[in-house]
């Protein structure tokens, strides 16, 4: 992910260096000067979008994989989760590492809560993600794992 975001930013940067340089091309010092200023105000905000929504899929592909595989995992403890669980997923450290939470409630109706790191991007297996996850039930600890999902 990491490399196309680079690749996105970089030729955003060559397009305004080429845009530039043609809009510049016989103006003046000082509409240069403006016209240079527009150019990297709009690679900048560019840039930006491309880091945010880059951000923005892998929290939406992270929540929604793990909610599923922390809902099976909790089965497997022996503590059932009524419904589904609500979890958040916010990237950290650049796209290299996601932070996740899950909350729900028990079908016996006991609070239930996954908290877990994962420097992995969904999508890479279909059947697993590979972290650090731990999940209680009213505050004790009833799995660790390394793994969500098969």
Known sequence: MDSSRTRSTRTIGWLAT???????????????DSVEDDVRSVVTE????????SED????????????????????AGHEID?????????????????????GT????ASADLTGTTSELPGISLTEVEGDFVGTVDGAEVFQTDRLGD
């Open 18 to 32: 080429a845009v530039s340089v043609l809009l510049v091309f016989g103006c003046s010092d000082d509409t240069a």
């Open 46 to 53: 560019a840039a930006d979008a491309v880091d945010e929504a």
């Open 57 to 76: 899929a892998v929290e939406v592909a992270t929540r929604n994989f793990v909610t599923e595989q922390a809902e099976d995992e909790f089965d497997e």
């Open 83 to 103: 419904g589904e669980l609500s979890c958040t997923a916010d990237v950290t450290s650049g796209l290299t590492t996601v932070d996740v939470s899950c909350t």
């Open 106 to 109: 028990t079908v016996d109706g």
